[in-house]
């Protein structure tokens, strides 16, 4: 794999095992439709569960137990902190900070969570892993993973869902050349482009967690010559072209609606 050559990043997020709104077949057939993609890398984006009870980590476990992929990166949301969750999370994913490093593409994760809270950080302890992770990848295509906003979300109420630490984040990112932001937490799936970047939210993949006529979706992220495409899968439904952006071009197209993406949309699949 090279950034000549084709990646393909499936990601999704929010699937809140134990949720009374969340529907198995949908999870099913989300990781049915991501093993036939056959993927380079998977990202879930966090709130693998609704209250970080070690029944629903082990039943979140198991999903993902089922994705065939040899690069998992799996981050925390709010959700799987509460309860001391991140127990949990840590016995059975690994470290809630994270790095895939591959030979053209470095994707860094992070934990935004805090115990009991739905408000989220970053942290100042955690900005020079992010800093010299980034600066040590070079020209490799960069990707930073975190549960909450960066930015405010059309569609998604009254503020309260960007870290408290957002600027200092947007500033270290921007300035470490990140090519591509991936986040969940509001199951509003969205992009906005900010400088070089691509910040890109997903939806809920398998719950009714939704807000307005929105439903459950994923994403899958192609990226050839330097060019992120992002498509939004409804599962067992149709894909939709989402947005097109070459960083180092600043090339960019827009396909989705540009108000609150399956906010205003029309309801049903
Ligand atoms: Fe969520
Ligand atoms: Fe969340």
């Not at 989220?120 to 010299?132: A, N």
């Not at 992220?221 to 060019?227: F, M, S, T, V």
């Not at 498509?231 to 439904?237: D, G, M, Q």
Request: contains cysteine; charged residues 25%.
């Amino acid at each position: 794999m090279t950034r000549n050559n084709r990646l393909t990043i499936c990601q999704i997020s929010d699937i809140h095992c134990g949720n009374a709104r969340f529907i198995p077949d949908l999870l099913d057939r989300t990781i049915v439709e991501i093993n036939d993609v056959d993927p380079n890398v998977v990202v879930v984006s966090g709130d693998l569960t609704d209250a970080g009870y070690r029944e629903e980590f082990e039943q979140a476990a198991e999903y993902i137990g089922r994705i065939r992929c040899e690069n998992i990166m799996v981050v925390p949301g709010n959700h799987d902190a509460r309860n001391v969750g991140y127990i949990h999370f840590e016995r059975l994913f690994g470290e809630r900070h994270s790095v895939i490093d591959l030979d053209n593409v470095v994707l860094v994760g992070v934990d935004s969570s805090e115990p009991d809270l739905n408000d989220g950080q970053v942290g100042r302890e955690h900005y020079d892993f992010i800093t010299k992770t980034f600066s040590e990848a070079q020209d490799k295509l960069k990707i930073f993973i975190i549960h909450h906003h960066l930015i405010p979300l059309p569609g998604t109420g009254r503020e309260r869902n960007i870290i408290f630490d957002a600027g200092d984040i947007l500033e270290r990112l921007t300035q470490a050349g990140v090519d591509l932001v991936l986040s969940g937490h509001k199951h509003v799936p969205h992009s906005w482009k900010l400088e070089q970047m691509l910040i890109v939210n997903a939806g809920t993949a398998s719950t009714l967690r939704v807000r307005g006529n929105g439903r459950p979706c994923y994403n899958i992220i192609e990226i050839e010559d330097g060019r992120v495409t992002v498509f939004r899968k409804y599962p067992f439904k149709r894909q939709e072209l989402a947005v097109s952006f070459n960083p180092r071009t600043q090339d960019y197209l827009r396909f989705d609606e540009k108000v609150g993406a399956g906010f205003t949309g029309q309801p049903g699949y």
